[in-house]
C-alpha cells in the first residue's frame, strides 16, 4: 500500500508539478513603455524566497536570503519605471531604480524578449516552473500574460486593464424600458434620484436634453463626474464638444479616457453607458446619451434596451467600476467651454411600450473584458428559446467564426429555437460583407442542416424605430441581457463595456413582447438574397467534402503502403 504514494510523489518530482511553493503566475514581457523597464513577473505562493530565483535563460536574480512572502509578489525590470505605469511600486526590482524598493541579486543581463523568451522559476538552482513564449502564449504589445485554471491568457488582458470577480444580486427592482418609445423619460427620473452624486460613464454624450437636466442637477447642489470616450470613432463630435464643455462650466468633473504622449489608454475604447444616483440607483443602457438613444416621447429614434435598477449593492458594484476607472492615468481632464447644441428634431413615433417595473430578480452584471464570457454561458444555457437583436454581428480575426453566433447555431442544432434581428440602416448593409450578408448565411445554415433558426434584418423609417442599436438577448422567455457590448471582436475583449442579465419572467415577457413586435415588422429577408447565401454555404461544404476525401485518401494510401 506505500508504492502508490511513493510512485505519486515521484512522479510530481519529475514532472515539476505542485510540490514546488511558487509558481509563475503573470509575466509582461512587451509594454507600452518606451525601453519596457516596467516589465515585469508575478509569482505566487507562500513562504520562504530565500534560494528562489528566475531566469531567462542569459541572465538570473535571486531573492535576498531571509525574504518571504505569502500570495503575489511581483518583480519587475525597474520599479520607477513600474511605478510610473502602474501607480504603485513593485515588491521587488532586479535593476536598481530607488531605494523604496528591495532589490534582487542579479547575475547578467535579464530583459524580457518580444517575440520570444522564457522565464524559468528555481529553487536552489532546480527548475520548478517555466512559461516559455511563443508556446505558452503569443506576444501582444500592452498585454498582461496570465496564468489562471491551468490555462495561460484564458482572455486577453491588457495593462491596468480591471479583473472585477462575476457577481450576483438576488431581490432585486427596477424598471426597465425600451428606446425610442419611454427612454428620456426613465433617464429623467434616474437623474432625479441624486441628492449628492451622479457618476456617469457613456461613449458619447450629445442630448442638450440630458446634459440640461443634469445642469439643474448641479444648480440643486449635486456632485457630477462624467468619463467621456476620448477618441470614438470620427472623434468627439462638435455637439459633444459642447456638451461637455457646458457641464464643465456649471460645474461638473468631466473626464475623456484617452492615449497621451505619456500614457496608452487601457482599452481600445471606453464604449460603457450607464447611470449611477448616490450609489442607490444604476441605469444601464444600450443606448448612449444622444437624441436618437434617448428621445423625447412621440419622436423616433434606435431601437435600444435600457434598466434603471434601484438596489444600492448593485449600484455600489457599478461605483467600483466607475472608481477604477477614473483613476487609471490614461483620465484627462477636460478643459473645453461650450453652450448647448441644439436638439435634433426626429420624426414622430407613437409610443407603444411603456416602461415596466420589476422587483424579486436575479441580476448578475456583465463587465467587459472581466466577464463577457458570461454572454455566450447564457446563450449555451438556453432550453428552449434564444432571441437576439444586434447593431450587427461580424465574424473575428481571420474569419474566425464568432463564438457568440456560434453558441446560438449550436443551441439551434440542439433543437433551440433561434431568432435574429439584425439592423437594416445603411451603413450597416451597404458593404459585401455586413449585415445583409450575415443573416443570409445564417439563414442558409439553417435550411441546409433544417435548424430552427431564422435572421431577420429590422424594419426602420416612418412609424418604425430608425435603427437598431440594441445589443440584447433574451433566454427562454425569462433572462435578458442589456448591454453595451456589440458582437464584434474587438467590443467584448478590449473594450470597456458594461451590462447586466436579468433573471425575470415579468421582464422576460415585457422584452419579449417588444421582440415579438419587431420580428412581426421584420419579415422574412428577400429570396434572391436567401437563395444566394445558399449557394454559397453550399459551394463552401462541397469543398470542404473534397478536402475531407482527398485527406482520406491520403490516409488510406499511406496505410496501404
Keep these: 500500500m506505500r508504492i502508490f504514494p511513493l510512485f505519486l510523489a515521484l512522479c510530481l518530482i519529475c514532472c515539476g508539478i505542485a510540490t514546488a511553493a511558487f509558481t509563475i503566475t503573470e509575466v509582461c514581457p512587451d509594454t507600452w513603455y518606451k525601453g519596457e523597464a516596467d516589465e515585469y513577473i508575478v509569482i505566487t505562493g507562500s513562504g520562504s524566497l530565500t534560494g528562489i530565483s528566475i531566469s531567462d535563460g542569459e541572465g538570473s536574480a535571486r531573492f535576498p536570503d531571509g525574504s518571504r512572502a505569502s500570495g503575489r509578489v511581483v518583480l519587475a525590470q525597474q520599479a520607477e519605471a513600474y511605478r510610473t505605469v502602474h501607480g504603485e511600486y513593485p515588491d521587488y526590482e532586479w535593476y536598481d531604480s530607488t531605494s523604496k524598493v528591495p532589490d534582487l541579486i542579479r547575475t547578467g543581463t535579464l530583459k524580457l524578449g518580444n517575440k520570444g523568451d522564457e522565464v524559468i522559476l528555481q529553487e536552489n538552482w532546480q527548475e520548478i516552473g517555466r512559461v516559455t513564449w511563443p508556446e505558452d502564449f503569443v506576444c501582444r504589445e500592452g498585454q498582461v500574460h496570465f496564468f489562471e485554471n491551468g490555462v495561460w491568457d484564458p482572455r486577453p488582458l491588457m495593462i491596468g486593464q480591471s479583473r472585477f470577480s462575476p457577481a450576483t444580486f438576488t431581490g432585486v427592482s427596477g424598471t426597465v424600458f425600451t428606446s425610442p418609445d419611454a427612454s428620456h ?3 429623467r427620473s434616474a437623474i432625479a434620484l441624486a441628492e449628492t452624486e451622479l457618476l456617469i460613464n457613456v461613449y458619447e454624450f450629445t442630448s442638450p436634453g440630458i446634459a ?10 449635486v456632485r457630477v463626474t462624467i468619463i467621456l470616450e476620448g477618441g470614438p470613432v470620427g472623434g468627439i463630435s462638435a455637439e459633444g464638444k459642447r456638451v461637455a464643455g457646458y457641464l464643465r462650466g456649471k460645474g461638473a468633473a468631466v473626464y475623456t479616457m484617452e492615449t497621451t504622449d505619456t500614457t496608452h489608454a487601457r482599452y481600445r475604447y471606453d464604449h460603457a453607458k450607464y447611470l449611477i444616483a448616490d450609489q442607490k440607483a444604476v441605469l444601464v443602457t444600450s443606448e448612449n446619451f444622444k437624441d436618437s438613444g434617448f428621445p423625447e416621447r412621440g419622436t423616433t429614434g434606435n431601437r435600444g434596451w435600457g434598466i434603471l435598477i434601484t438596489d444600492p449593492r448593485v449600484a455600489d458594484y457599478f461605483s467600483k467600476i466607475f472608481a477604477a476607472d477614473l483613476a487609471g492615468n490614461d483620465m484627462v481632464a477636460y478643459t473645453g467651454t461650450g453652450t448647448l447644441p441644439d436638439g435634433e428634431t426626429g420624426e414622430r413615433y407613437k409610443a407603444v411600450f411603456e416602461p415596466q417595473s420589476f422587483k424579486g430578480a436575479k441580476v448578475p452584471p456583465v463587465l467587459a473584458p472581466d466577464a463577457a464570457h458570461l454572454i455566450p454561458a447564457l446563450i449555451k444555457g438556453a432550453k428552449r428559446t434564444v432571441d437576439i437583436q444586434q447593431a450587427y454581428i461580424s465574424n473575428w480575426t481571420g474569419k474566425a467564426p464568432n463564438p457568440y453566433l456560434e453558441a446560438a447555431v449550436e443551441r439551434a442544432r440542439s433543437g433551440v429555437h433561434v431568432r435574429i434581428i439584425l439592423d437594416s440602416y445603411w451603413f450597416n448593409t451597404n458593404g459585401e460583407n455586413d449585415n445583409d450578408e450575415m443573416a443570409a448565411r445564417i439563414n442558409a445554415v439553417a435550411l441546409a442542416e433544417g435548424l430552427p433558426m431564422e435572421a431577420r434584418l429590422a424594419r426602420i423609417g ?19 441581457l442589456i448591454s453595451s457590448i456589440n458582437w464584434n471582436e474587438n467590443s467584448p475583449s478590449f473594450n470597456r463595456e458594461t451590462g447586466v442579465i436579468i433573471e425575470s419572467q415579468d421582464t422576460g415577457a415585457y422584452y419579449s413582447k417588444v421582440f415579438d413586435a419587431d420580428w412581426k415588422d421584420a419579415g422574412p429577408l428577400s429570396d434572391s438574397l436567401s437563395a444566394q447565401a445558399n449557394d454559397t454555404y453550399l459551394r463552401q461544404e462541397i469543398a470542404a467534402g473534397v478536402v475531407m476525401l482527398l485527406f482520406v485518401g491520403y490516409v488510406v494510401r499511406r496505410r496501404l503502403r
Design 185 to 187: 423619460e426613465v433617464i
Design 462 to 480: 416612418p412609424g418604425h424605430p430608425d435603427k437598431v442599436h440594441n445589443k440584447g438577448v433574451i433566454v427562454d422567455g425569462d433572462a435578458v
Design 212 to 221: 440640461a437636466e443634469i445642469a439643474a442637477a448641479l444648480d440643486d447642489g
